[in-house]
Structure formats: structure tokens, C-alpha cells
């Protein structure tokens, strides 16, 4: 007979995990606020999108999809795959739970990398795994590094790719030198969330890799590009077997049919994304170059945010930078948990907010420390 608790008493490890604090919202005082913390789009959503949610709240009281095969059908079209192929899920982070749920159990280990999205590392503890964290190379994520770090026990790799908080990323060459050294068993999920706006020829969201081998995923979301991270829309690109896994414990029914409707008709609407992603790359580089000549050292983006690192001087950290710029109304992310406690990451807004952090940012360096 097990022994007796006075209350339910989780499994070992649950309550080791630091559960996940999202970016900031508020300012107290302030009442116009750029929330700037969680890498939403500026643009909000395709109009299509929008319209598509609207109609889908005539139909309320019925069950949705739970294939979201419309959902499936349209990003299969949109991207030239088989809809057999992917899976969606409530927001990418579902199915990075999904995976780990599946894959991991107690003794296994999970590799991530040291500046790695933290949904990873709570993922793995929550299937009673081990994390494994490798060092990055200048913010980079270090095939060397993961393969180095795999044991007997490794069951699944993480990689960001851009890397977020980073921004940075690493071409298809090294995703194929990573996956040909691990072992076959071994998942490599390639976490593709920024991948709409990369614009460099030597990078691949993973969808060549994941075609050519059977232990390959990519996940991707709505929630960036598309911005439509109020409805969880993400998805996986991944071989029919590892598909099959995650659909046996999934819930029947985990996508919502607003969400299914809205992310069929956003991912329509490329135009709508080629605009967006547009308007970010202008903005990176502008925000990188401003923000460099003001005297502040910036990790190179390819995503929709930067990560701006400050002097170790007093009165100019990121600690003191975060409080002036949320005095006046703009929200930046704290990054301490990710392993940069003297940085913030700005996510690319709305052009006003963009030469306001500029400015302020401008008129925070010049003050005497
Ligand atoms: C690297 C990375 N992966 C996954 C996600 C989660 O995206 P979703 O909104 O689809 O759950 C994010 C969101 O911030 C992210 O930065």
C-alpha cells in the first residue's frame, strides 16, 4: 500500500520548474503604453483573418474540427507539403509540450542550448527528463557544443532557430552537420517561430531537413508574422510516425474552430505577410544602426526583435534602462532568466514606438550615471 499524503502532492520534479513569466503589460502611471515585450507584430492581423474569426462566431455551439484539416490543407498548400505531414497545435508551445510528453520520461535527457526559449527547459522537467544545457558561441547556437553533450540518455535536442532571445541563427549546413551527428533516435526539433522573417540565402526553416529524415521536426506559429497570437495557432512539419505519437495524447479537439478558420485565411494572404516582414526588415536594421550609434551594443537580428546590451556602469544598466524606459510608456523585455542580466530585448513596433525607444534610449545614455 503507497503512503498516505495529507494533500496531492505533484510528481518529483514539478515543483523545481520555474513556471514561464510573460513579457510586461503595464506602466503604473502611464497611459499610453507600447507593450514591446513579447515579439507581437505591429501590423496586427490580415484583414482576411479577421473576417474569417468573425463568421466562425455564428457557429458557436459546434465541436471543431479535430483534424483542422481546413488549417492543415491551406499551410500544406501554402508551403508544398503533405497535409498527412503536420500537425497544428494551441500555439507552438503545445507541441513542444507534446513532444516532450511523448519522448521524455524520468532518466532521459533533453539538450537545449544556453540561451534557449525557457518553454524547452519547463517542457522537459514536466516530463520528468533531465535538461541538458550547452553553451552558445556569441549568442549562436554550437553544433560542436550539442553533440559533445550527447549521452545514452539523450532523447530529444532543442533548437530555437532564429534564436530567441538572440535573434541570431544558423544556416542549413550546420542543421544538416547537427543531425547527421546525432543518433537516429534522437528528435531534433528545429523551433522555426521567426522563420517568415529571415532574409538570408544560406537559411532554412528546416522543411528540406525534416523531408529528408525520419527523427526531424520544425514547429512554426501564427503568433509572430501572422499575428494572430491572441488565437494559439502553431504547427508542425514532422514524418507521419512521430505525427501519429502526438495525435494518440493530444486533446481530441486542442485547435478552436475560430482559430482553425482565422489561420486558414491569414496563411492565404501572403501578401499581407510579405508587407509585414517588409516593414520589419526596414525596422531591424534602423533600430540596430540607431541604437549601435547611440552607444548601446546590439546582438545582429534576423527576427522581429533585437537584444540590446547595456554598459556595466551604474545608473546604465538594463535594469535602470528598463524602469526609464517604462516610466515613459514603453515595454521592453527583461532577459535575466535567459542568461543576459544586463540586456533587453525590444520586439519592432509600431513606427512611433520604435523612434521613441530611439529617442529615449538616445537621452538615457547621455544622462550622467
Ligand atoms: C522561439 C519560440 N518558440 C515558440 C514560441 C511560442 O509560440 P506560440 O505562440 O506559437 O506558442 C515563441 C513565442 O514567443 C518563441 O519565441
Redesign the pocket.
Known sequence: MSVEMSKPVPRPGILDIAAYVPGKEHAAGVTRVYKLS??ETPLGASPKAIEAFKAAAGNLERYPDGQALELREAIASVHGLNPANILC????????GLLCHVYLGPGDEGIITEH??L?YKIQIMGAGATPVVVKEKNHTVDVDAILAAVTDKTKIVFI?N????TGTYIPVSEIRRLQAGLPKHVVLVL?A??AEYVRRNDYESGIEVVSSNANVVM??????AYGL?AL???WMYAPVEIIDALNRVRGPFNMNAPAIAAGAAAIRDQSFIQEAVSFNQMWIEKLTNALEAIGLKVTPSVANFVLIHFPETDGKRAADADEFLTSRGYILRAVRSYGFPNSLRMSVGPEEANHGVIEALGEFMGRKA
Open positions: 513579447s515579439n497545435g494551441n500555439g507552438s508551445d503545445e507541441l513542444l534557449g526559449f518553454v530555437a532564429p534564436g530567441n532571445p523551433d517561430a521567426y514547429t512554426r506559429t501564427f503568433s509572430k497570437a494559439r495557432v502553431g
